[in-house]
């Protein structure tokens, strides 16, 4: 822990220049080399030939290269992760009483991707410890109805996919044989599970290269890594209007532009966790010995790419004490956390009408407890120092 007489040299420093926030906008970094990728593709397009073209290069490059990384036989690109959960649910062709297990503490997209195909959203709880869907209440609420479990690889941790595998199997579907088990990768890019990366375990996973992430094709993107050969034909067919195999269909394509950008980002992913790690694992050691702070693990099995750095406040302070925690953090210090996230049935009633399985005290209490503090791969050890410092000196002044 940051002892008194270090935090005062700390705060001595001044603030850092930047206002960190606890998702910040931009969650990779950008340099000129995606400026020139975007220039050329650009280029590119201008011949009326080419144009920007719906499958152009470097598209399949750019899905190879992912697929490579991730190690599954297919990626296929689409300009978010929204469309990819929805098509996960699309290709179940799920029925109006079937069930799919999603986790509460979790941001809206899955979930809505369940209603959005007119199927029950049963919510699990989560483990309070790792903040992933827990697959012992998972084992309680399979019902015959169940047709999936779509975990999510909660702010950058993997879930523990194998464990969500084996139930799959030990409780299959009647008509449609062992349950699907989807991963919502968006905010887990370049996170590791077991000996692997994260997107290679479950039927397909899906990921987000929007602003925040951990790497972003020019603020928008997605891509859904599969081994299977009919998921990826479904989801390329899909993506353009269900040509290719006649099933229903948009436009979800990525373009030209942001697949070049994507290539560039993903030669730096690694850079980019390596560099979230190594500020997580420092800011651990400060924070270490704070008693009301439980803090992020980091799994021996797994990479964390620490998507975010979720603390949780201990159960005394709950509510009202977090968020003065917050307020001082922000007000005083100039650094702002968030919430990422509270059950989302609480403040959606949409979700609410479609669910089940309420009520789930492990994660409404979660969901008050719960604060991300500010993490960038651009952050500086000084920043970083200063952040760590602020939270003791938050607590302390609360106590
Ligand atoms: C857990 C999770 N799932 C899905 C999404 C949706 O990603 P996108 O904005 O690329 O559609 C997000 C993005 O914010 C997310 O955090």
Not at 25 to 54: P, Q
Not at 98 to 121: H, K, M, S, T, Y
Not at 180 to 206: F, S
């Amino acid at each position: 822990m940051i002892e008194r007489e270090r935090r005062q040299a700390v705060f001595a420093r001044g603030k850092p220049e930047t206002r960190w926030q606890g998702e910040p906008l931009l969650g990779s970094i950008y340099g000129e080399e995606e400026v020139d990728a975007a220039v050329s593709a650009i280029r590119e397009a201008m011949d009326v030939s080419k144009g920007f073209g719906f499958t152009a290069s470097p598209i399949p490059e750019f899905e190879q290269a992912f697929a490579a990384y991730v190690g599954t036989k297919h990626a296929v690109s689409m300009n978010s992760a929204g469309p990819g959960l929805d098509m996960a649910m699309r290709y179940l062709n799920l029925d109006a009483d079937d069930e799919v297990i999603v986790p509460a503490v979790n941001f809206v997209a899955a979930p809505l991707a369940v209603a959005g195909v007119g199927a029950r959203i049963v919510w699990g709880e989560v483990d309070p410890h790792t903040l992933q869907l827990d697959p012992n209440d998972v084992e309680e609420k399979i019902t015959p109805r169940t047709r999936a479990i779509f975990a999510v690889h909660m702010n950058g941790l993997s879930a523990p996919m194998d464990d969500y595998l084996e139930l799959a199997r030990r409780h299959p579907h009647d008509a449609h044989g062992p349950l699907a088990v989807i991963g919502d990768a968006a905010r887990a890019c370049g996170g590791g599970y077991k000996h692997g990366k994260i997107g290679k375990a479950g039927l397909l996973n899906v990921f987000s290269f929007h602003t925040m992430k951990n790497m972003t094709t020019l603020g928008e993107g997605g891509m859904v890594t599969t081994d299977d050969d009919d998921v990826a034909a479904y989801c390329r067919s899909t993506r353009f209007y269900g040509g290719a195999t006649d099933v229903w269909g948009t436009s979800n394509v990525m373009t030209k532009v942001q697949a070049a950008v994507g290539l560039v980002q993903l030669s730096k992913l690694d850079g980019f966790i390596a560099a979230r790690r190594a500020l997580a694992q420092q800011r651990t050691e400060w924070l270490e010995g704070v008693p009301e702070l439980a803090l992020p693990p980091d799994p021996p099995d797994r990479l964390h790419s620490y998507y975010l750095y979720t603390c949780v406040v201990c159960d005394a302070w709950a509510g009202a004490q977090r968020d003065e925690l917050m307020r001082r953090m922000d007000e005083e210090f100039c650094v702002r956390c968030v919430v990422a996230n509270k059950p989302v049935y609480l403040h959606r009633a949409i979700l609410r009408e479609h669910s089940g399985g309420l009520p789930l005290p492990v994660s409404e209490n979660l969901g008050e407890r719960i604060l991300c503090v500010p993490i960038h791969p651009a952050m500086s050890q000084e920043d970083n120092e200063y952040i760590s410092a602020s939270l003791i000196e938050c607590v302390e002044g609360l106590r």
